[in-house]
Nanobody, 123 residues
């Protein structure tokens, strides 16, 4: 089993930055892809971006391209989501997820999820 734990959420003003972390533990050798999703109140879970566990190739939703960056620290088995130029519409609970399929934005393709961390962007 793979366990995921997010951290780094908080309250930030529009235009500011935050960095989220997702630490993976357990059978990490079974991971092929990691991704970040977010969910605002009353809305469906939305894909933010993902990264190949082995090659570190990344892919992003159009809404965050150029503002968000995903990276991985091999030694720490941790994936990061650097969020810059934050907007109020970026507010939501951010989840990291692990799965077997690369370059997919479908939540169903990811079978391990963290508990989520709240990000609130004030205007």
């Amino acid at each position: 089993q793979v366990q995921l734990e997010e951290s780094g959420g908080g309250l930030v003003q529009a235009g500011g930055s935050l960095r989220l972390s997702c630490a993976a533990s357990g059978r990490t050798f079974s991971i092929h892809a990691m991704a970040w999703f977010r969910q605002a109140p009353g809305k469906e879970r939305e894909f933010v971006g993902g990264i190949s566990w082995s090659t570190t190739s990344t892919y992003y939703a159009d809404s965050v391209k150029g503002r968000f960056t995903i990276s991985r620290d091999y030694a720490k088995n941790t994936v990061y989501l650097q969020m810059n130029s934050l907007k109020p519409e970026d507010t939501g609970v951010y989840y990291c997820a692990a799965g077997q399929v690369l370059f997919t934005s479908a939540p169903a393709a990811y079978d391990r999820w963290g508990q989520g961390t709240q990000v609130t962007v004030s205007s």
